[in-house]
């Protein structure tokens, strides 16, 4: 796989669990100061067009209302995951 400027590739990382929240929160703050403003009219556009390199292609624009749902699906994926990995954790007290 090709790294990617900017994007974390430290495998032996271990975070503390402070560092680990703070970046979470930020990641929220995010994506709250863009839904926020959003209107109906916004929701039903489409985004900008892509520019630069990369996947899925230069000058391709989105429904905003799909980009949000699939944030919230990979949201809701990682809770799923995080409440199994807890369940298994806690089973082994």
Not at 72 to 92: I, M, P
């Amino acid at each position: 796989m090709d790294r990617r400027e900017g994007v974390p590739w430290d495998r032996d990382a271990r975070p503390s669990l402070k560092e680990a929240l703070t970046l979470r929160h930020d990641a929220m703050a995010l994506v709250r100061r863009v839904v926020d403003p959003l209107t109906d009219e916004q929701l039903g556009g489409r985004t900008a067009p892509l520019v630069g390199p990369g996947w899925p292609g230069e000058g391709e624009t989105f429904p905003v209302r799909e980009c949000l749902l699939v944030v919230l699906n990979e949201e809701w994926q990682h809770r799923l995951y995080a409440e199994r990995d807890l369940a298994v954790l806690e089973a082994r007290v």
